[in-house]
């Protein structure tokens, strides 16, 4: 059985994880050498950035050799994640056996705080691109990177279209497409797609100060490794 991981921890972003987990859940449907779980430090409840909870169904114990790993990301949690020695020991030990190694988001500086995007080409959510490079990576502004084993998708709904890639590398296109056609993934924003001239640069980079802040405060190791 080829086990793809979804990493659950406190705070992340609920669409980061869902939306490819859905994805390559049907993947396992299609294809039942795959399957999906969704792991964490210990068994309960975790709580998102949102009112959602989710519960994972393996702790990192019983997941020693995946075949992937999907990492998620958030804002202010996901920041404090980057000195989680726990979750960054765990990366680095399945990461060295996996086939897959994958972020979505932020989750990308997780990726990168466990050594694993050096010298890699990764993206993540543009209003944090800048810091893939204190991890050794090369940043690259698309909807998704893949640079051998490790694939990295940008901002939150970005995951679905990395994981649709994935499944059609390991699976091929006509899966892809039938995954595709199941989840009805065919996106018609109600305002029209981006126009990324008009992005609001200084908004989100007041919210990313102000998330970089919470998320040091008291943390020189993780203020020492942001360059704050």
Same mark, same amino acid.
């Given at each position: 059985?080829?086990?793809?991981?979804?990493?659950?921890?406190?705070?992340?972003?609920?669409?980061?994880?869902?939306?490819?987990?859905?994805?390559?859940?049907?993947?396992?449907?299609?294809?039942?050498?795959?399957?999906?779980?969704?792991?964490?430090?210990?068994?309960?409840?975790?709580?998102?950035?949102?009112?959602? @909870?989710?519960?994972?169904?393996?702790? !990192?114990?019983?997941?020693? *050799?995946? +075949? &992937?790993? $999907?990492?998620?990301?958030?804002?202010?949690?996901?920041?404090?994640?980057?000195?989680?020695?726990?979750?960054?020991?765990?990366?680095?030990?399945?990461?060295?056996?996996?086939?897959?190694?994958?972020?979505?988001?932020?989750?990308?500086?997780?990726?990168?705080?466990?050594?694993?995007?050096?010298?890699? @080409?990764?993206?993540?959510?543009?209003? !944090?691109?800048?810091?893939? *490079?204190? +991890? &050794?990576? $090369?940043?690259?502004?698309?909807?998704?990177?893949?640079?051998?084993?490790?694939?990295?998708?940008?901002?939150?709904?970005?995951?679905?279209?990395?994981?649709?890639?994935?499944?059609?590398?390991?699976?091929?296109?006509?899966?892809?497409?039938?995954?595709?056609?199941?989840?009805?993934?065919?996106?018609?924003?109600?305002?029209?797609?981006?126009?990324?001239?008009?992005?609001?640069?200084?908004?989100?980079?007041?919210?990313?100060?102000?998330?970089?802040?919470?998320?040091?405060?008291?943390?020189?190791?993780?203020?020492?490794?942001?360059?704050?």
């Amino acid at each position: 059985m080829k086990t793809i991981a979804f990493v659950l921890y406190p705070g992340l972003t609920p669409l980061d994880l869902v939306g490819p987990l859905q994805v390559l859940s049907n993947l396992g449907f299609l294809r039942p050498e795959f399957e999906t779980v969704v792991v964490a430090e210990h068994p309960g409840v975790v709580q998102s950035d949102s009112t959602l @909870r989710i519960e994972p169904d393996r702790t !990192f114990d019983e997941v020693p *050799e995946p +075949f &992937g790993i $999907v990492v998620p990301g958030g804002l202010v949690p996901t920041l404090r994640a980057l000195t989680d020695e726990t979750l960054l020991g765990w990366l680095r030990r399945v990461s060295s056996g996996a086939d897959v190694v994958g972020s979505v988001c932020t989750g990308a500086l997780i990726l990168g705080a466990a050594g694993l995007l050096d010298g890699r @080409r990764a993206t993540t959510h543009w209003a !944090f691109l800048d810091l893939l *490079e204190v +991890f &050794g990576a $090369v940043p690259v502004s698309q909807r998704w990177v893949a640079d051998g084993p490790v694939f990295t998708a940008a901002g939150v709904s970005a995951g679905i279209d990395a994981a649709l890639h994935l499944a059609a590398t390991l699976a091929g296109e006509d899966v892809a497409r039938q995954i595709q056609f199941g989840i009805e993934y065919d996106p018609h924003p109600p305002l029209g797609p981006l126009n990324w001239d008009d992005a609001p640069r200084q908004e989100w980079a007041a919210a990313r100060a102000r998330a970089v802040a919470a998320a040091t405060d008291g943390d020189s190791e993780l203020a020492r490794r942001l360059g704050v």
